[in-house]
């Protein structure tokens, strides 16, 4: 199995996922702790949080990048974070930001 890249080492050790005893299908597989965007508000935006902890609001893709960058995850950008697995999209996707 291949490394884990640094990106995804870092998120594992953001959110405790290094300690996983369970074998999974992937190394994404193994990021028992989620990052979820929820469904977009009245007024726009969407909630982000790992768990059950709100980061805060986005309003773009650059502002989840952000968020993610401000506990620790550096050297992830906006496609990174577009397409990454460990990132769930609740009720849409990276363009989806209004109900």
């Not at 609001?57 to 974070?81: C, F, I, K, M, R």
């Amino acid at each position: 199995m291949a490394a884990p890249t640094p990106q995804l080492q870092r998120l594992l050790g953001l959110t405790g996922a290094d300690a996983v005893l369970d074998v999974r299908a992937t190394v994404e597989d193994a990021a028992w702790r989620r990052v979820i965007v929820y469904p977009p508000l009245e007024p726009g935006g969407c909630q982000v949080g790992i768990d059950d902890r709100i980061l805060g609001t986005a309003y773009s893709l650059h502002d989840v990048t952000v968020l993610l960058q401000n506990v620790g995850l550096t050297g992830w950008d906006e496609p990174d974070v577009a397409d990454s697995a460990l990132i769930e999209w609740h009720e849409g996707g990276p363009e989806v930001w209004k109900l």
